[in-house]
């Protein structure tokens, strides 16, 4: 009997603490001042055993990117560089890196240093290979791209798929994809990911995704089992009206847009706006998704076999998503994870409950899974923790930052098993 109630309380604690558990503090000696915009100025990748971090400083008016590459286990910092910033709207989006070479991606633009030689700036204005995320898709090559949907009067609309080349310092392979559900594209979504020679780009709303190989070919469209048959049956009608819809409109507008050159657009205003294509009509499409529909919010590597990819569901809002560990090679569901904490709770009763992984962040500040462990950064000390309120655990906080600074902490974690 009393065997029986210990293995209850055991499944209870586990139902009740979540997926995952802070085994490690990492202390870095990275300290952020009050010249860092946190919203905007910090960005980081893991890779590999190492953590890549930047952030923006400003000395005498004149704005600077600083570099930094640490060691994930012990937080050390072994590598650094301070860099004049391109120009003041540079916001980095995404990080590519490895032990040769690292990438800071922007809107359009890059940075971009090979070992022992200089940083080099390049952008891409006329949007006609746009990008402002990346992966590293092979030794030699990073995928850099996006899924958006520019007027017709700026340019294309779809997944924006470009090749750099590490070695010709420049990209060499671009094409646009057509995109079934890119009217969704501001979404905070998350719906590529690369690695091995491959590139995934999956369907929020079909429980699909299509692989590209590293010369932009499709050469395969797998059906995933991510969502449910139920979530799928509901959802490809919304696809399908998502689709015709915006593809009509746009068919229409092109035809429009054509007629005139480029630098005379603007003189066509009213005879170019289109209630379909602005964003007030895509948020309001998106905010209806978001409540009632579930839907596939994200992809990511997960190791080197399996990529993660988070389900969206109504009941959940920010709180909780589904982590469904699919294994590409074997085309199977390897595992999943139901109600992961994303959010931070209400009311603060252990380490979890504040410093959440949250698996509905940028990619320049996403979670990092590596050796059956996860690992994430935060700008909060741990040594101030304390229980409570969230409103008390944030305001103890506060206090600490007002004194200190922002403290960099690497934080690690053990996954439970589902």
């Given at each position: 009997?009393?065997?029986v109630?210990?293995?209850?309380?055991?499944?209870?604690?586990?139902?009740?603490?979540?997926?995952?558990?802070?085994?490690?503090?990492?202390?870095?000696?990275?300290?952020?001042?009050?010249?860092t915009?946190?919203?905007?100025?910090?960005?980081?990748?893991?890779?590999?055993?190492?953590?890549?971090?930047?952030?923006?400083i400003?000395?005498?008016?004149?704005?600077?990117?600083?570099y930094?590459?640490?060691?994930?286990?012990?937080?050390?910092?072994?590598e650094?560089?301070?860099?004049?910033?391109p120009?003041?709207?540079?916001?980095?989006?995404?990080?590519?890196?490895?032990?040769?070479?690292?990438?800071?991606?922007?809107?359009g633009?890059y940075?971009y240093?090979?070992?022992?030689?200089?940083?080099?700036?390049?952008?891409?204005?006329?949007?006609?290979?746009?990008?402002?995320?990346?992966?590293?898709?092979?030794?030699?090559?990073?995928?850099?791209?996006?899924?958006?949907?520019?007027?017709?009067a700026?340019?294309k609309?779809?997944?924006?798929?470009?090749?750099?080349?590490?070695?010709?310092?420049?990209?060499?392979?671009?094409?646009?994809?057509?995109?079934?559900p890119?009217?969704l594209?501001?979404?905070?979504?998350?719906?590529?990911?690369?690695?091995?020679?491959?590139?995934?780009?999956?369907?929020?709303?079909?429980?699909t995704?299509?692989?590209?190989?590293?010369?932009?070919?499709?050469?395969?469209?797998?059906?995933?089992?991510?969502?449910?048959?139920?979530?799928?049956?509901?959802?490809?009608?919304?696809?399908?009206?998502?689709?015709?819809?915006?593809?009509?409109e746009?068919?229409?507008?092109?035809?429009?847009v054509?007629?005139?050159?480029?630098?005379?657009?603007?003189?066509?205003?009213?005879?170019?706006?289109?209630?379909?294509?602005?964003?007030?009509?895509?948020?309001?499409?998106?905010?209806?998704?978001?409540?009632?529909y579930?839907f596939?919010?994200?992809?990511?590597?997960?190791?080197?076999?399996?990529?993660?990819?988070?389900?969206?569901?109504?009941?959940?809002?920010?709180?909780?998503?589904?982590?469904?560990?699919?294994d590409?090679?074997k085309?199977?569901?390897?595992?999943?994870?139901?109600?992961?904490q994303?959010?931070?709770?209400?009311?603060?009763?252990?380490?979890?409950?504040?410093?959440?992984?949250?698996?509905?962040?940028?990619?320049?500040?996403?979670?990092?899974?590596?050796?059956?462990?996860?690992?994430?950064?935060?700008?909060?000390?741990?040594?101030?923790?304390?229980?409570?309120?969230?409103?008390?655990?944030?305001?103890?906080?506060?206090?600490?930052?007002?004194?200190?600074g922002?403290?960099?902490?690497?934080?690690?974690?053990?996954?439970?098993?589902p």
């Amino acid at each position: 009997m009393v065997r029986v109630l210990f293995i209850l309380l055991l499944l209870c604690q586990s139902l009740c603490y979540g997926q995952y558990t802070v085994t490690e503090e990492i202390k870095t000696a990275l300290v952020l001042n009050s010249t860092t915009d946190i919203d905007k100025g910090v960005a980081y990748k893991f890779v590999e055993d190492k953590l890549v971090f930047f952030f923006d400083i400003v000395k005498n008016d004149t704005s600077y990117i600083v570099y930094n590459k640490l060691e994930l286990a012990t937080g050390r910092t072994i590598e650094q560089d301070t860099l004049l910033k391109p120009n003041k709207n540079f916001t980095i989006y995404d990080i590519v890196a490895t032990e040769h070479f690292w990438m800071a991606i922007s809107s359009g633009s890059y940075i971009y240093k090979k070992k022992g030689e200089t940083a080099t700036f390049n952008s891409y204005p006329d949007f006609s290979k746009y990008f402002k995320k990346g992966y590293l898709l092979n030794k030699n090559e990073v995928i850099l791209y996006s899924i958006y949907d520019f007027h017709p009067a700026d340019g294309k609309a779809g997944v924006f798929l470009n090749v750099f080349d590490i070695n010709a310092g420049g990209i060499t392979k671009s094409v646009v994809e057509h995109y079934a559900p890119v009217i969704l594209s501001p979404m905070n979504n998350g719906w590529l990911t690369a690695g091995d020679n491959n590139i995934y780009v999956f369907s929020p709303l079909n429980d699909t995704v299509q692989v590209y190989n590293e010369n932009l070919k499709l050469k395969a469209k797998k059906k995933l089992a991510a969502l449910g048959p139920d979530d799928v049956n509901k959802n490809l009608a919304l696809e399908k009206m998502l689709d015709s819809t915006y593809s009509a409109e746009r068919k229409r507008m092109d035809a429009i847009v054509s007629k005139y050159p480029k630098d005379s657009l603007r003189y066509h205003v009213n005879e170019i706006q289109s209630d379909v294509l602005e964003k007030p009509y895509s948020w309001s499409l998106m905010q209806k998704v978001r409540k009632e529909y579930a839907f596939i919010e994200k992809a990511f590597i997960y190791d080197q076999q399996c990529i993660g990819i988070t389900i969206s569901r109504p009941e959940y809002k920010d709180n909780y998503r589904d982590v469904v560990i699919y294994d590409m090679k074997k085309d199977k569901v390897k595992k999943v994870f139901t109600k992961w904490q994303c959010k931070t709770d209400s009311v603060i009763k252990r380490k979890e409950d504040f410093y959440t992984i949250n698996l509905q962040r940028f990619e320049k500040r996403y979670p990092y899974f590596y050796k059956d462990k996860a690992y994430a950064v935060t700008l909060y000390d741990p040594q101030y923790f304390t229980t409570g309120t969230e409103e008390m655990v944030q305001e103890k906080f506060q206090k600490s930052i007002l004194k200190q600074g922002y403290l960099i902490y690497i934080l690690m974690y053990d996954i439970v098993k589902p």
